[in-house]
Nanobody, 123 residues
């Protein structure tokens, strides 16, 4: 069975940092592009970052560029999202997802999803 498990969320003050992890079982991350999405209350799910499956090129949404960093550890079959200088606008449920071909922007196109982890940034 294929499972993606997102973890590392929590409650932090504005300006703080968190590192999210996405661990996979049943698939090898080396064969997939891995994206991070978030969904804030009352808003649609949006892509935050993605790392490609071949050359590990990275993508960042404009709202997080310069503050977030995506990385992968193939030995651990895990992808990370380091989040620095967090703002209240970053609050939401963060999901990791796997795409068999490339870093697509629409969430609908991804093949596998984790359960999500809640990030709350207080002011």
């Amino acid at each position: 069975d294929v499972q993606l498990q997102a973890s590392g969320g929590g409650l932090v003050q504005a300006g703080g940092s968190l590192r999210l992890s996405c661990a996979a079982s049943g698939i090898t991350f080396d064969d997939y592009a891995i994206g991070w999405f978030r969904q804030a209350p009352g808003k649609e799910r949006e892509i935050v970052s993605c790392i490609s499956k071949s050359d590990r090129t990275t993508y960042y949404a404009d709202s997080v560029k310069g503050r977030f960093t995506i990385s992968s550890d193939n030995a651990k079959n895990t992808v990370y999202l380091q989040m620095n200088s967090l703002e209240p606008e970053d609050t939401g449920v963060y999901y990791c997802a796997a795409h068999a071909v490339f870093c697509a922007l629409p969430a609908l196109e991804y093949d596998y999803w984790g359960q999500g982890t809640l990030v709350t940034v207080s002011s």
